[in-house]
């Protein structure tokens, strides 16, 4: 069965870094690149960034360009989210998700099925 597994969450102050990691035992069929979402306490998903698994193309929301870098081990089935000069308004549950690239951007695939079951990132002092 396909899964995928965040983990690397965590609590830090602002300002520190964490590492979330997205591990999958396989991709679905048709799969060629992983998003990364988040959502805080009481606010809709927000994509974050995408990484399309051919080339390392990735695309970034624009408040987190530039302190985020998303970077896959594709021999690993595994996407890795490195979060640095975190900010209290990062605070959310992050969810790693399936897609299909396409215009730059990698588009979640709709279905439980292809999404893990999130990791919380807590940033406050």
């Known amino acids: 069965q396909v899964r995928l597994v965040e983990s690397g969450g965590g609590s830090v102050q602002p300002g520190g870094s964490l590492r979330l990691s997205c591990a999958a035992s396989e991709y679905h069929s048709g799969t060629n690149c992983i998003t990364w979402y988040r959502q805080g306490p009481g606010e809709e998903p927000e994509q974050v960034a995408g990484i399309y698994f051919v080339d390392g193309a990735s695309h970034y929301a624009a408040s987190v360009k530039g302190r985020f870098t998303v970077s896959r081990a594709n021999a690993k089935n595994t996407v890795y989210l490195l979060m640095n000069a975190l900010k209290p308004e990062d605070t959310a549950i992050y969810f790693c998700?399936?897609?299909?690239?396409?215009?730059?951007?990698?588009?979640?695939?709709?279905?439980?099925?292809?999404r893990g079951q999130g990791t919380q990132v807590t940033v406050s002092s």
């Open positions: 998700i399936e897609g299909h690239w396409g215009a730059d951007l990698c588009f979640p695939r709709a279905g439980d099925d292809y």
